[in-house]
């Protein structure tokens, strides 16, 4: 059996290509790009919380980067470094090799420097801490949303849920529907390019890892603001895709793991926003508005501008 | 029970003196200072491969920052930001809080700014990220030991290792030595201090987590170069403590989780490398002499120069 170091050789060293000293010292040495704000991420997924404990690794890999890629799309800043920690229950090679194929797989779709990490003996965690840059003061924050801006997603959110549901026996879906909710739930796609795309465009933005609902009530929380969306301009794939039209809406109004990003803008930049969404060939909608209501307080309307009863909560893990 | 959110709101946000934006949104915002050159390492503690299931919490906090400092100091680098993923079985808020209290003590002690992190249910497991920053060029790497450099160890390293072994019953302590030992194991001080004052007197550096010879072991890879060290010079402690000296012996020289500091420095340095030792009021004793002998080779020399056998290797997790 490889030893603890004999793995980090063999399936975590690949040459970087900007970074002074990545791994096998008791640290990483990096020159920050000058007079830019660093942005840093963590996250931890593990078994049987996070994916499946039967999950393929390759996309295990790619998960543990790519969700914590997507935090940095969230903020406007370029993914640089990245850290792995990884707790594996042995030392199964086959396996191992899988997941750092997914793992390297998207950090390079991302240019990002893999510099360092842990190897432990552990129940099977993975905690990937990401670093990147943005020029100072153009991070998106959640803080940024102001009464009048308009609120969109991008993107087809509730697919990801959708497919862990099928999963899970909750549903049924059909063959095309299941292969494009499996591959939401397994190689999610950050949104990069919409993030660094929103710098100067976005008043605020959060990606959604807990759901719809949840993460925008996050955004409305930290600018102290209401909103109002419209029922009817969301995007309706999770229904198309699921003949149980109630488990299609808490999905897509509650499922997490899609990591598409929901954002505000001021109304004036509205052109602006649908331009950026040709030029990406990725669809963002326009799904609402934020006003000066409570503070956090978040109302779905229907077409006749009355509001729908509900009662969706993101996930919490202590919940 | 607290939510999620609750828990970071209540144990894990804390003022922050040197940061743009710390715990709350998709990720921290930073301005590293101009110049600099940023030092990042990570480090993952699992219940039960590195700390007792009933070990206090308050020193489990401790100790999940303090490795990750001591990496830092082995690198000459000062500690700015940390980030604390965490995954716990379920929210026990005594565990928590205390848990919190020995992790921000050790923050505080250390100048550090806890800036972001996760929280998620999970078997036990902490990981913690470390970023802190060292002039261009000063870090302290593992690959400048070079023929001729004296070999200095910090402390006295074994009291980690014999305190296990005590709680393990292997061996019996007298009051004393227990006590030391103990806090050894659960509050080990990083050599930040030190750290710092070998920039530009020290051409190698690591710090002891996986035990004496195996870490020295690592300055001799990546330098290329071989080791003698002189068994009587070695700090005496732990044979002083521990009435089973072969015992003893194996704690010192293979025993891990002590976090003193080894290093190489130039013969020419010796009097600055005493001096420091004078100034910093810690034991830096020279145990041995790096050549240019088949690299990675490390012998064991008894008062008449004729080698030892030893054969002790570090912790490996997949051994």
């Known amino acids: 059996m490889p030893s603890e170091f004999e793995l980090i050789a063999r399936y975590f060293t690949r040459p970087t290509q900007h970074t002074r000293l990545g791994v096998g010292d008791d640290g990483a040495l990096v020159s920050p790009t000058p007079a830019m704000e660093l942005v840093v991420s963590t996250d931890m997924l593990v078994a049987g919380t996070h994916f499946l404990p039967d999950a393929d690794a390759e996309a295990v890999g790619w998960k543990s980067l790519a969700v914590n890629v997507s935090d940095l799309a969230a903020m406007g800043a370029q993914p640089r470094w990245a850290l792995l920690a990884a707790a594996l229950p042995d030392a199964d090679e086959l396996w191992i090799a899988a997941f750092a194929e997914g793992f390297f797989a998207c950090a390079q779709t991302f240019g990002i420097d893999v510099i360092g990490g842990d190897t432990t003996r552990g129940p099977m965690n993975f905690c990937v801490t990401i670093f990147g840059e943005v020029p100072p003061g153009q991070a998106l924050l959640r803080s940024g949303a102001r009464p009048g801006d308009e609120i969109w997603v991008s993107g087809t959110p509730g697919r990801a849920a959708l497919g862990l549901a099928h999963l899970q026996g909750r549903c049924q879906l059909g063959e095309a529907a299941l292969a494009d909710c499996l591959t939401a739930l397994a190689r999610p796609q ?3 390019a919409l993030g660094l795309g929103l710098r ?4 605020a933005a959060i990606d959604v890892s807990d759901g719809l609902l949840a993460d925008l009530g996050h955004i409305l929380g930290s600018s102290k603001v209401s909103a109002a969306l419209q029922f009817e301009r969301l995007p309706d794939t999770a229904w198309r895709y699921c003949p149980d039209q109630a488990l299609a809406q808490d999905c897509l109004l509650a499922g ?13 930049a509205h052109a602006r926003v649908a331009t950026l969404a040709q030029s990406l060939g990725l669809a963002l909608t326009c799904i609402g508005q934020i006003a000066d209501g409570a503070p956090g307080k ?5 077409r006749e501008q ?3 009863a509900a ?3 993101g996930f919490d893990h202590f919940a």
Chains 1, 2 share one sequence.
């Open 190 to 192: 950050p949104r990069l």
């Open 200 to 203: 100067g465009l976005a008043s």
């Open 256 to 268: 997490g793991d899609d990591y598409e990003l929901v954002f505000t803008a001021p109304v004036g």
């Open 298 to 302: 978040l109302v779905l309307l229907d």
């Open 306 to 308: 009355k509001p729908i």
């Open 311 to 313: 009662h969706h909560h």
